[in-house]
C-alpha cells in the first residue's frame, strides 16, 4: 500500500503513542473516504482510534461544500479518526473541534514560516500571507470524528488550475526551499495531538491562540450560513464556543456554521 519511504515518518508518528495505527496510500480516491470504508466495514472497536489516514495523491480529494480539492503529490493529505466519545459532548462541539483543528493546523505551518503571517480564515481555512495554505473537512459518522486535512507543502504551481495558483501557497514557496511533506506531517501530528487533547480536557488557551490568528476580525466580511442567508457586516472575532460574530447595521450574529464568501 505504501512505500518504504514513508516508514520513518510512520515510526516517528506511531513512537509518540497517540496514534495507533497509520494508513498510507500511494494514490485513493479520498482519505475521508479510505478513513469510511476502514472503520465502518466491521464493528468499530474505539480503543483502536485514533488512526491516521495519509495518501500521496487523492482521484477525488474533497473539500467544504461539495467542492473538489486539487490533491497533487505536494499536497499534504490526510484524515485523522478521533473517537467522538472522548471528546466533549455539547452541541458545540462541532465548531469547535473545527477550529481547534485549524488552529493546530496553523501552529504546525508557523514552525516552517513566518508566524505572523499564519491567520485562521473562520471556521478554519489556514491562510499564509494572505493566500490559503490549508483546508479541513470533518465529518462524523458512527461516534467518529474524521478530521480531514490538505496542507499544501511543496507544490508545482505550473500545474496548478489558475483560480488555484493566483489564490493559494505551500510551504515551500513560503520558506523558498523544498520542504518535505513528511517532515511537515510528523510536525502536524503533534501540534494536532496538543491542540485536540488541551481542548478535551478543558483548557481554553486554545480561544486566545485563536483569536491572535483571526484573519477576519475587524474586516467587513460576507457570510453565508444556516444562521445567515447572506450577511454583511464587521467581524468582530468569535466568542468562546467558536461562534463567528459579525456586526451589521441593525444587530450582531453570532454564527455557529457558514461560509465567509468575501472579505475587505
Ligand atoms: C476545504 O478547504 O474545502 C477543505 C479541504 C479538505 C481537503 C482534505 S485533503 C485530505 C482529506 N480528504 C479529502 O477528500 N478532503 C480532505
Given at each position: ?7 520513518p ?10 496514534i495507533r495505527?497509520?494508513?498510507?496510500y ?7 473516504l479510505?478513513a ?24 477525488s ?9 486539487w490533491?497533487p503529490?505536494?499536497c ?5 479518526a ?22 493546530a ?42 478530521i ?18 493566483s ?5 515551500s ?21 496538543r491542540?485536540l ?8 488557551d ?26 454583511a457586516g ?6 468562546s464556543?467558536?461562534?463567528l ?20
Amino acid at each position: 500500500m505504501h512505500s518504504n519511504l514513508h516508514q520513518p515518518a510512520i515510526d516517528a508518528i506511531l513512537d509518540h503513542g497517540w496514534i495507533r495505527d497509520v494508513q498510507w496510500y500511494a494514490e485513493i480516491d479520498s482519505t475521508n473516504l479510505a478513513a469510511r470504508r476502514a472503520l465502518f466495514k466491521s464493528t468499530l472497536d474505539h480503543s483502536t482510534l485514533p488512526l491516521l489516514f495519509v495518501a500521496d495523491r487523492q482521484t477525488s480529494g474533497r473539500g467544504r461544500y461539495q467542492r473538489q480539492w486539487w490533491s497533487p503529490e505536494g499536497c499534504l493529505m490526510l484524515t485523522l479518526a478521533v473517537s467522538s466519545h472522548s471528546l466533549l459532548n455539547r452541541p458545540e462541539e462541532w465548531s469547535q473541534l473545527a477550529l481547534v483543528s485549524g488552529l493546530a493546523v496553523a501552529n504546525a505551518v508557523a514552525r516552517f514560516a513566518n508566524s505572523v503571517e499564519v491567520q485562521l480564515k473562520w471556521p478554519n481555512d489556514v491562510y499564509l500571507a494572505g493566500k490559503k495554505i490549508a483546508g479541513i473537512l470533518i465529518e462524523s459518522d458512527a461516534k467518529v470524528w474524521l478530521i480531514g486535512i490538505g496542507l499544501n507543502v511543496c507544490m508545482d504551481w505550473s500545474s496548478a488550475p489558475s483560480e488555484i495558483a493566483s489564490k493559494a501557497t505551500c510551504v515551500s514557496t513560503a520558506c523558498g526551499r523544498r520542504v518535505n511533506s513528511k517532515v511537515v506531517l510528523v510536525e502536524l501530528m503533534e501540534e494536532l495531538q496538543r491542540s485536540l487533547e488541551g481542548w478535551r480536557s478543558g483548557n481554553l488557551d486554545w480561544q486566545t491562540a485563536w483569536r491572535e490568528r483571526c484573519l477576519l476580525t475587524g474586516r467587513v466580511i460576507h457570510v453565508q450560513g444556516a444562521e445567515a442567508k447572506g450577511i454583511a457586516g464587521v467581524c468582530e472575532g468569535i466568542d468562546s464556543q467558536g461562534r463567528l460574530i459579525v456586526r451589521d447595521e441593525h444587530r450582531v450574529h453570532f454564527l455557529t456554521a457558514g461560509e465567509v464568501l468575501a472579505f475587505r
